[in-house]
């Protein structure tokens, strides 16, 4: 991980300002008129690209998450998410910043989804399955087992996978936003 560590400044620090996403939430919630509210699970590259205000993607990762706001959405991610981006930071021998950038995530985030032994045995069959590297499964496995309605990948090799408990995979580039 490359720039700004924490989120003392870039896109990051903009989603703060704009106020903290309530704690506990339900599962479902609804609008008024009975619209269902989506729960988005976001990948670990994200979070990065929005804490470093990567030139390329940190406008329009903000861009989401600002629309995901608008409707009330809910933002999910894994544990696993945290210690991959602390861990970037620690590589970079920037300790100093780590507590600041999780607290930064968890502002952000309306739930983030622990690995359990549920799900490790969804890790499992993604891996042994869909042949695809142990971090994007930990991902998929979690945001599953949250019921996740909408994953948010910038891997191309993930577009087109079928995992029972995600309703839709789709990159930075769609246009559901």
Known sequence: MG????????????????????AGRTRVLLWPKGARVSRIYWDTMLFIYWLEDHPQFAKRVDAIHSRMQERNDQLLTAAFTIGEVLAGIYRQGKSGSAKQTKEALLSVVSEVVEFTADTAERYGQIRGSL???????????????????????NDKRLLGKFVRGVQFIASLDTQLF
């Open 3 to 22: 720039g700004t560590p924490g989120c003392a400044e870039g896109s990051f620090r903009r989603a703060r300002r704009r106020g903290e996403l309530p």
């Open 131 to 153: 042949g695809v590297a142990a971090p994007d499964a930990i991902h998929l496995a979690s945001a599953a087992e949250a019921g996740t309605d909408l994953f948010l990948t």
